[in-house]
């Protein structure tokens, strides 16, 4: 049986996504004012709706990012901001924080995020068992790995093929707020595994320029 495959394309705001959608995207994924793991993406959620209803044009789909790990006075504040997605359209969440799933929700289809740490076929059928629809798998897994996880899991499996990966561990990495205090998983990532680094062995010997 063949699958359709879907291209997701990321959106700082609502003119990238309509033109993402103009290129052909079946779908973007965009970040709210609060709660994203791209703090610099601030989407109102009046915004967001215009990108729902230029997508739903289209038949594409609009998915919205709530993939920070949340704070106590956090809860209600992002309880609020789901059923307010949920109330202009938005197709899906993608989540990090599993707090999402204990509260009281809108009938909406949550994804896991590459954040909540996806690598392996136990972790996604634990997720795919509490509702996930869909398991965005962590970035530094290879062909192998996935192939071995689709064949386990009965769930929808999502992952980045183009843009700057992570070279950490997806979603379990504390180098940048180690670094400099700023929290990946609070939407802060300094990106500094991105950055040219030697690797060098115990004798000093430099292995690997750059």
């Not at 509702?131 to 790995?145: F, M, P, S, W």
Request: glycine share 6%.
């Amino acid at each position: 049986m063949s699958k359709k495959i879907e291209i997701l394309a990321p959106a700082k705001n609502l003119y990238q996504g309509m033109a993402a959608i103009n290129a052909g995207a079946d779908a973007v994924y965009i970040g709210a004012h609060m709660f994203g793991a791209r703090t610099n993406a601030t989407n109102s959620v009046e915004d967001i709706a215009e990108m729902v209803r230029y997508a739903h044009l289209f038949k594409a789909k609009v998915l919205v990012t709530v993939n920070t790990i949340l704070y106590e006075n956090e809860l209600e504040s992002c309880r609020q901001l789901i059923w307010e997605l949920y109330n202009i359209g938005v197709d899906a969440l993608i989540i990090q924080d599993m707090a999402i799933l204990e509260m009281d929700l809108p009938p909406i289809v949550l994804h896991a995020s590459t954040q909540a740490n996806n690598r392996d076929a136990g972790h996604v059928k634990f997720l795919a068992d509490a509702g996930i629809k869909r398991v965005v798998l962590a970035r530094e897994l290879n062909l192998d790995q996935i192939r071995e996880i689709h064949e386990a899991s009965p769930v929808d499996l999502e992952f980045f093929v183009a843009g700057a990966l992570c070279v950490s561990f997806s979603g379990n990495c504390y180098m940048s707020v180690a670094n400099g205090e700023r929290s990946a998983n609070r939407g802060s990532c300094a990106q500094n595994c991105r950055l040219p680094y030697q690797l060098i062995d115990g004798t000093g010997k430099t292995l690997i320029e750059n």
